[in-house]
């Protein structure tokens, strides 16, 4: 059974930097695709980042770009974002995602989520 388990969210003042981090279990977990997706209340979840099964190819929707960092340690089977230079508008419920091994899905199970809020 895949386990995908977030931590690290919380409440930050704009400007302010947060870490997440993806405990994964019950799949090969250095032969899957991952990924970060958020939703805001009100609004779809949307992808934030993706990070491929070596770690060399990551993907960030524009909203980040340049203030969040995917990364991945296969070692420890933990997949991390760093998110920096916080908005307001990056509050969201926050999902840790896996994409079964060896395929180019990044999104086939999901964690239960860990809330960000960044007050103005």
């Known amino acids: 059974q895949v386990r995908l388990v977030e931590s690290g969210g919380g409440l930050v003042q704009a400007g302010g930097s947060l870490r997440l981090s993806c405990a994964a279990s019950?799949?090969?977990?250095?032969?899957?695709?991952m990924g970060w997706f958020r939703q805001a209340p009100g609004k779809e979840r949307d992808i934030v980042a993706r990070?491929?099964?070596?770690?060399?190819?990551?993907y960030y929707a524009d909203s980040v770009k340049g203030r969040f960092t995917v990364s991945r340690d296969n070692a420890a089977n933990t997949v991390y974002l760093q998110m920096d230079r916080l908005k307001p508008d990056d509050t969201a419920v926050y999902y840790c995602?896996?994409?079964?091994?060896?395929?180019?899905?990044?999104?086939?199970?999901w964690g239960q989520g860990t809330q960000v809020t960044v007050s103005s």
């Open positions: 995602t896996a994409g079964r091994a060896h395929t180019h899905a990044v999104a086939d199970y």
């Open positions: 990070i491929t099964r070596s770690g060399v190819g990551t």
């Open positions: 019950g799949l090969t977990f250095s032969s899957s695709n």
